[in-house]
T-cell receptor
Framework: AQSVSQHNHHVILSEAASLELGCNYS??????LFWYVQYPGQHLQLLLKYFSGDPLVKGIKGFEAEFIKSKFSFNLRKPSVQWSDTAEYFCAVTYNNNDMRFGAGTRLTVKP | DAGVIQSPRHEVTEMGQEVTLRCKPISGHDYLFWYRQTMMRGLELLIY????????DSGMPEDRFSAKMPNASFSTLKIQPSEPRDSAVYFC?????????????FGPGTRLTVL
């Protein structure tokens, strides 16, 4: 079955530290890749997405992600996190333009 | 556009009662999704519709759950009878058919508490 794996359940960082959250997906044809963020008490919002072209995608708030097809990965990165980045981050994949499958989420806590 | 609209935002009910959650997708979107989010199970896809037709309801946990989409601008998720383990945040999302517009837009969610 097609699935999305996020390796880290909870990440704790200090402000200004660099961030990398892992995401791997199972093979299943044409994929579109997404990262969503959910701030405490809020709904999911899109951070960035990949459809085609440059595998390095830049999103909002200084986030970026790199699609590595050979590794079936789409890791999220940010060079310097802020306290306001404290949230839950979800990797998501659509296979062949069908329903979107989400990873389990990674909770990020940034200590001021 | 106002985005995906859900109502109510909060619902507290007693076990055995019927609960109806409502969703208005973004105008022009072809797909509508219902998700449930809990601490234990994360974000689960319950059911999704394409052009008002249910495509995959394999995520619906039990027969107590049912969903309808009578037209392109309205969908309901009903739980009858409700149980305490149904307590969760229920999100509705919508998107266009495909291509550059494959992004899903989420509503604010309905926080359901079943006592």
């Amino acid at each position: 079955a097609q699935s999305v794996s996020q390796h880290n359940h909870h990440v704790i960082l200090s402000e200004a530290a660099s961030l990398e959250l892992g995401c791997n997906y199972s093979y299943g044809g044409t994929v579109n890749l997404f990262w969503y963020v959910q701030y405490p008490g809020q709904h999911l919002q899109l951070l960035l997405k990949y459809f085609s072209g440059d595998p390095l995608v830049k999103g909002i708030k200084g986030f970026e992600a790199e699609f590595i097809k050979s590794k079936f990965s789409f890791n999220l990165r940010k060079p310097s996190v802020q306290w306001s980045d404290t949230a839950e981050y979800f990797c998501a994949v659509t296979y062949n333009n069908n329903d979107m499958r989400f990873g389990a989420g990674t909770r990020l806590t940034v200590k001021p | 556009d106002a985005g995906v609209i859900q109502s109510p935002r909060h619902e507290v009910t007693e076990m055995g009662q019927e609960v109806t959650l409502r969703c208005k997708p973004i105008s022009g979107h072809d797909y509508l999704f219902w998700y449930r989010q809990t601490m234990m199970r994360g974000l689960e896809l319950l059911i999704y519709f394409n052009n008002n037709v249910p495509i995959d309801d394999s995520g619906m946990p039990e027969d107590r759950f049912s969903a309808k989409m009578p037209n392109a601008s309205f969908s309901t998720l009903k739980i009858q009878p409700s149980e305490p383990r149904d307590s969760a945040v229920y999100f509705c999302a919508s998107r266009r058919l495909a291509g550059e517009y494959n992004e899903q837009f989420f509503g604010p969610g309905t926080r359901l508490t079943v006592l």
